[in-house]
């Protein structure tokens, strides 16, 4: 079956570095893989997804994400944090038939001044 | 174009209590899904649509019944609200597949608290 894995379930980065949220998948065939973030209060918005092609996927906010079949990885990072970018942010994948997105646990992202 | 809304924002129950969330979208979305947050466990499929009169389970559908007889609305049902069922609640749309390459929209979700 298909599983999700973000070993962080929080991380604190200071304003202006680098940041990197892993997450690990669990699936036979190549995924349907996806970012999502949640502000506080809020639904959750689509950051990037990848399902085929270059396996650097750019997507909005200023996110990437690498898709990594070897290491079954789908890591999503950020050049320079921002403080609006405190959030949580949650990896997912397509369930293949195409019915269901499982989600993982999430990362808790705060950000220092 | 409002998007995905939800009904109530907030909800306490009374342990036995019914009542119905709501979910309407305006992007004229085949696939509808509701999902449960809980702290730590991320979003979790309750039930899903892909289309009118078409429904079926997700991962935890054990006390929700949900039905979809127009495009738009997708209701979910409580029908004796036990505490367990105290969760953040999100509706979603997209235009295909939710598991495929379409985009999901997210409701800002309601928060049930059930005593």
């Known amino acids: 079956a298909q599983s999700v894995t973000q070993p962080d379930i929080h991380i604190t980065v200071s304003e202006g570095a680098s940041l990197e949220l892993r997450c690990n998948y669990s699936y036979g065939a190549t995924p349907y893989l996806f970012w999502y973030v949640q502000s506080p209060g809020q639904g959750l918005q689509l950051l990037l997804k990848y399902f085929s092609g270059d396996t650097l996927v750019q997507g909005i906010k200023g996110f990437e994400a690498e898709f990594k079949r070897s290491q079954s990885s789908f890591n999503l990072r950020k050049p320079s944090v921002h403080w609006s970018d405190a959030a949580e942010y949650f990896c997912?994948?397509?369930?293949?038939?195409?019915?269901?997105?499982?989600f993982g646990a999430g990362t808790r992202l705060f950000v220092k001044a | 174009n409002a998007g995905v809304t939800q009904t109530p924002k907030f909800q306490v129950l009374k342990t036995g209590q019914s009542m119905t969330l709501q979910c309407a979208q305006d992007m004229n979305h085949e696939y509808m899904s509701w999902y449960r947050q809980d702290p730590g466990m991320g979003l979790r499929l309750i039930h899903y649509s892909v289309g009118a009169g078409i429904t079926d389970q997700g991962e935890v559908p054990n006390g929700y019944n949900v039905s979809r007889s127009t495009t738009e609305d997708f209701p979910l049902r409580l029908l004796s609200a036990a505490p367990s069922q105290t969760s953040v609640y999100f509706c979603?749309?997209?235009?295909?597949?939710?598991?495929?390459?379409?985009?999901?929209?997210f409701g800002p979700g309601t928060r049930l608290t059930v005593l």
């Open positions: 979603a749309s997209s235009r295909g597949l939710a598991g495929s390459t379409d985009t999901q929209y």
């Open positions: 997912a994948v397509g369930d293949g038939g195409g019915f269901k997105t499982i």
